[in-house]
């Protein structure tokens, strides 16, 4: 309960001095180059990876990619690039 | 991104397969450790291929270990690799060493002494002063002090008004600008007689001072006395002396010939060209550039420069293929009548001087039988022709 309002708290102050939201909440930031260039900050890490499927978690859930012939281009502590034909996107 | 690929080959990395169960767990142990991975491609599931950095290469053991998985290296990429395979063969750098030593030393020499840009002086004369102050094939560049080399040579030739050493590459580029000579100002207070400096027909005469001796209409000799500087008093036969001085306009003629014969004309050029460039010794050449030609009929223009003046015996040759249409049949003789009067009138043209108006042209044209036409032009032209002289007053 405390939490949550400790994170709307966070929101309300970062939209008012148009903080960036992926720091100061620690959510992940996801940009999308047409379908086929993916790039996500501030992951937690790989759950599972696959030419068809790949899962990052994150601290709003698991974001699951899939498409074909998914490679890491790149892999760092704070942000993963995916490459290839990104078909859908979701979070779970 | 390219930067970025240069970075990683200069540091060298390695291509390796990683074969085992839970390879998410392997890539995550990776970036918790802050090693970096890139361009991972699963093969399988139980086998990935990845990029990796020599240095982290050698800390993967740990999380091999843990991970219960086997790394093989697919391939070895970048300059290590190809440092640690030349590294016995000292003479093959030491080779490329001396080369870059070699060429850096040769080229910081003057191999090429180029003059432009005179026509009167005489080239030979112009290469012996340059020799002379040391601007000659084989110096050093950094021994020559340009600005006072182009002094020294100012004063030592005067007939010319400007001139710039360029050293570029391996070659010192002279280029130089011959003044006009003033002409010989006589003095305000000596005495001097104005005569003619060339054959015409006096058309104006403006006496400022002294006594005419010819009068408009007169057809005078290059030479010949237009103004006196000595002038008698009718009645007290006193003599005086003066600077004369006049302007003298006179019709003059000039006469320019030239020959136009029907075979150079009958060809004119089309504008297409194929060329040859080749480096030629006396037994053998080397093609540089070797293009079709693609024309039946052309004429070939031949440019040959020799490489570190005559020392190795080497020559670069240009050669060019003009291609060329056939007037022959058509009006070659309208051609070749035009070609002579304009090559004529180019020729009267350059003996004119530039204060003088031209007022009439005459063309006379010659046929040659079967060779072509000859032209001449005659042009009367006003121009001033006195000319001081100065009186020697005994």
Known sequence: MRKKKLQEVKSTVSEMFELPKEITLNMPKISLIG??????????????????LIRVNSTVGVIRIQGNELKLRNIATEDIMINGGIKSMEFI | MIFLK???????????????????????????????????????????TAKIGIRDFKSLPPIVRRV?????????????????????RK???GGMLIF???????????????VGGNTKVDRQVIYDILDEKGVRPGVYKGKLNTWEIENEILIQVPELSWISIELKGSKAIIKLVEGVKPPKLIDKETPCNIIASKDGLIHQLIV????????????????????SGIIEHEDT?????????????????????????????????????????????????????????????????????????DYLGLSWVVREFYEIKDNSTGDREQLAKEMAGQKAMEKALK????????????????????????????????????????????
């Not at chain 2, 870059?100 to 180029?114: D, M, N, P, T």
């Not at chain 2, 002294?210 to 006395?225: F, N, P, S, Y």
């Open chain 1, 35 to 52: 379908n086929n260039q993916m790039l996500v900050e501030n992951h937690r890490g790989i759950i599972e990876y696959t030419p068809n």
């Open chain 2, 6 to 48: 240069a970075w990683n080959y200069f540091l060298g990395y390695v291509v390796i397969s990683v074969n085992g169960l839970s390879l998410e767990k392997f890539i995550n142990l990776c970036v918790s450790r802050g090693i970096k991975l890139w361009g991972i491609r699963r093969i399988s599931y139980t086998s990935l």
């Open chain 2, 68 to 88: 219960g998985c086997r790394v093989k290296i697919i391939d070895k990429r970048g300059f290590p690799f190809l440092a640690y395979r030349f590294r016995h």
């Open chain 2, 91 to 93: 003479m093959l750098i």
């Open chain 2, 100 to 114: 870059i030593l070699i060429l850096y030393g040769l080229s910081s020499f003057v191999w090429v002494v180029e």
């Open chain 2, 208 to 227: 400022l001072d002294g006594q005419a001796e010819v009068e408009i209409g007169d057809t005078v000799r290059k030479g010949q006395l237009l103004i």
């Open chain 2, 237 to 309: 036969q006193i003599v005086r002396y003066v600077h004369s001085r006049a302007h003298v306009i006179a019709r003059t003629w000039y006469e320019g010939r030239a020959q136009a014969n029907f075979d150079s004309v009958s060809k004119t050029r089309t504008g297409e060209k194929a060329s040859h460039k080749f480096i030629e010794s006396k037994n053998w050449i080397i093609n540089i550039k070797r293009e079709e030609i693609p024309f039946e009929d052309y004429e070939i223009e031949e440019r040959r420069e020799a490489i570190i003046e």
């Open chain 2, 351 to 394: 003996n004119i001087p530039k204060e003088a108006k031209i007022i009439d042209k005459k063309f006379k044209y010659d046929i040659i039988k079967d060779i072509g036409y000859e032209a001449i032009v005659y042009i009367e032209v006003l121009e001033d022709i006195a000319e001081q002289t100065e009186l020697l007053v005994n």
